[in-house]
């Protein structure tokens, strides 16, 4: 009977790879995405109440500057009567 050997994987040989977004994503610590892309995780993520999303309540954000006075706006005319 065979004995089956266990190994550790370490990841790829990153010598010998092209620089993925994750290895990036590493090196860096700002990134760039579109709003479409965050925006429905981040209103999933706080209506299901994630503990994570505490983690990052004191990270700053940086928006446009409309977008800024859209949403500050929208946060004056939404308050409760």
């Not at 503990?51 to 004191?58: Q, S």
């Amino acid at each position: 009977m065979n004995a089956t050997r266990l190994r550790v994987y370490h990841g790829p040989d990153t010598a010998n790879t092209p620089e993925s977004d994750e290895n990036r994503l590493c090196e860096q610590d700002t990134v760039t995405v579109k709003a479409e892309e965050i925006i429905p995780l981040l209103a999933d993520a706080y209506a299901s109440r994630r503990t994570w999303l505490a983690d990052f309540a004191d990270d700053e954000v940086t928006v446009s500057a409309d977008l800024y006075e859209v949403l500050v706006a929208y946060r004056f005319f939404n308050r409760p009567a």
